[in-house]
């Protein structure tokens, strides 16, 4: 077969959740499946992450925008190449495909109702496309693929699909984030001491940035050694706009605030961390979650969507509507060290259920269905 994989965004520099997945697929397939031959359909970047083997030819397309490049250059290219099999790998696809076409649906948190307005205008854009292209395409798939069990039940239901239709394939870790002591201490580029809480917050709600920095600082009343808060992915402007909208200015002493996290720093910054906060309110699969807990690092995570299913029944699972609630768990891995180990054995046994070979594998053989 000659199969096409949509991979537009993994050149960019700063790469984000569904940036990695396709780019773990890739590799996984580079190495296992030497049969078929593959095209890497990308947009030009300065992180050239993947390079071309003898049946994997790297494809870069240049286009102004992200709709025009998936509407226009990729069907093009599709058709030039004669490709049987295009694999569109970010919630969207064209709404003219000549081949067959599968879609990888990580979630559909576009259809859904917010919690709270977005003030990104890329946030809000992505989320005005996904409404506009998914419906108009799903009639157009041979196979929908998503990331957990949660989100193959929501999207079935949602969407009103026949169950044959959606697969579920998990996601996997990079062999990176794993448990062994390591000298590495790339985590002083972003705060100045270890045994901090860790947090990736950003504007989008779902992340429950507010309720969690609200939840920090009713820890930091309670707590007899205030741990800091590393928080990534944020801006200082929009925590002094938090901290002083309810009135937890003190509280901005104790936390420390950087943009985005280097990949190859993420095992460093997990080693460090005495816990990982991962209360979004709604995800469709959590790598964070998954990588923080094969480095051996405790998680509090939701008790929504995917995050027991990832994080599993022994998980540390909070209400992330309720501030009390993280605040308690948080106090509870301080000051219990047996639920303190506890937690750490089981994040460890829990992570070796993913891998991203497992995951190609998986990729491969629903190809060859096809």
């Not at 240049?62 to 709709?67: A, D, E, I, L, S």
């Not at 919630?91 to 076409?101: D, E, Q, S």
């Amino acid at each position: 077969m000659k199969i096409g994989i949509e991979a537009q965004r993994i050149f960019r520099k700063n790469k984000h959740g569904m940036d990695y997945v396709v780019l773990e697929e890739i590799k996984v397939l580079q190495m296992i499946d030497k049969e078929n031959e593959y095209y890497i359909f990308v947009r030009p970047g300065e992180d050239r992450c993947v390079s071309s083997t003898p049946n994997f030819h790297v494809v870069e397309l240049r286009c102004p925008t992200y709709p025009l490049w998936e509407q226009v250059a990729l069907p093009l290219a599709v058709k030039s190449h004669h490709i049987d099999l295009l694999h569109c790998t970010s919630n969207t696809a064209p709404l003219y495909c000549p081949v067959k076409l599968v879609l990888t649906l990580h979630d559909i948190i576009f259809l859904e109702k917010r919690d709270k307005s977005n003030h990104s205008l890329y946030q809000n854009m992505g989320w005005i496309y996904r409404r506009l292209i998914v419906p108009r395409i799903l009639h157009r798939c041979k196979s929908i693929i998503t990331v957990s069990d949660y989100e193959r039940k929501n999207i079935i239901s949602r969407l009103s699909l026949p169950e044959e239709l959606v697969v579920r394939i998990y996601n996997g870790y990079n062999v990176w984030f794993n448990r062994h002591d390591t000298e590495e201490k790339n985590y002083l580029r972003y705060i100045d001491q270890k045994g901090y809480f860790f947090f990736f917050g950003n504007t989008d709600p779902k992340k429950n940035t507010e309720r969690t920095i609200r939840a920090y600082a009713r820890y930091l009343k309670q707590s007899g050694q205030k741990r800091r808060l590393l928080l990534a992915d944020f801006s200082k402007t929009h925590l002094e706009e938090i901290l002083h909208r309810y009135n937890i200015e003190t509280a901005g002493q104790y936390i420390t605030v950087t943009d985005y996290i280097v990949n190859k720093d993420l095992p460093s910054v997990y080693h460090a961390a005495f816990a990982v906060l991962y209360t979004s309110l709604r995800e469709s699969f959590g790598i964070p979650l998954l990588e923080a807990m094969a480095c051996g690092t405790p998680v509090v995570t939701s008790n929504t969507s995917s995050m027991p299913e990832i994080g599993g029944k022994q998980a540390a699972l909070v209400n992330p509507y309720q501030i009390e609630d993280i605040t308690k768990m948080m106090l509870r891995l301080e000051q219990d060290n047996t639920f303190y180990a506890r937690q750490k054995s089981w994040g460890l046994e829990r992570a070796r259920i993913f891998s991203w070979e497992k995951t190609g594998h998986e990729l491969l053989d629903l190809y060859k269905r096809l």
